[in-house]
């Protein structure tokens, strides 16, 4: 079995099952999107439609970015109740999505810069990305087995939308409270420095093989907190001042 197939049947089983399995090997990024692909159409997550909620991001401004679409079952409007929601770890980042305002196509996300994809975006959003994995390795699982286990994604929660206006990022405050732990402050801590930054490669990457994203589609951008781990139990509160909050109980 070549490790393509190999990495699918085994992410399908442990979402099916609940339970972990070994992490398999890749030979590269398009072979982890390959697996990202072929776990969608056994689970059938988007019914031959484009998806509707994604996440994209890079640790720094020099890196590859990396893409990867949401199942739809674990996308929820702030606050959330995620007690019954089956994970492994519940990692959390404070991100900001973004929202489109029309139906992008290859031929126009082939043209974007950031200032020319901002103008496609109408709204933006507090959300927390709560992080898991089925590899048995966790988040100590090779990055390209990452990459094909949707970049460690778990759930997401989106907060009330506003509309998507320039801002200082660089000054941009954020606040994380998890259970009882002393509430972690954060400040102009985006890796790319803007959440903007992600649109363009997301959006070539997201509409390849002729695929449309339509208008309403949501991309989440990357942490400003990095990773703290919560524990089952914990509300988690999200607070960017002057965009809003999003809340979730473990």
Wanted: proline fraction near 7%; include cysteine.
């Amino acid at each position: 079995m070549d490790p393509t197939t190999e990495a699918v049947e085994a992410l399908v089983r442990a979402r099916r099952s609940g339970a972990a399995v070994p992490a398999v090997t890749l030979a590269d990024a398009d072979a982890a999107y390959q697996v990202q692909d072929g776990v969608a159409r056994a689970l059938g997550w988007f019914g031959g439609h484009a998806p509707r909620h994604w996440k994209s991001g890079a640790p720094s401004a020099a890196a590859l970015q990396t893409h990867a679409p949401l199942p739809p079952a674990g996308v929820w409007n702030s606050p959330a109740d995620a007690r019954a929601w089956p994970f492994h770890l519940r990692g959390v980042e404070a991100e900001i999505a973004l929202r489109l305002r029309c139906e992008v196509d290859a031929d126009t996300a082939a043209r974007l810069d950031v200032a020319g994809a901002s103008l496609l975006v109408d709204a933006m959003c507090v959300a927390i990305e709560l992080v898991d994995a089925r590899w048995a390795e966790a988040l100590d699982a090779p990055p390209l087995a990452r990459l094909a286990d949707l970049q460690s994604h778990g759930a997401l929660v989106l907060g009330g939308w506003v509309p998507f206006q320039p801002r200082d990022w660089p000054s941009q405050a954020c606040r994380v409270q998890i259970g009882s732990a002393a509430a972690g402050e954060h400040r102009g801590t985006h890796a790319l420095g803007d959440p903007a930054a992600v649109l363009p490669a997301w959006l070539r990457h997201a509409t390849r093989g002729g695929r449309r994203l339509a208008a309403g589609t949501v991309v989440t951008t990357g942490t400003w907190c990095g990773l703290p781990m919560a524990a089952a139990g914990d509300h988690v509160h999200v607070d960017f001042p002057g965009i809003g909050t999003a809340e979730v109980r473990l």
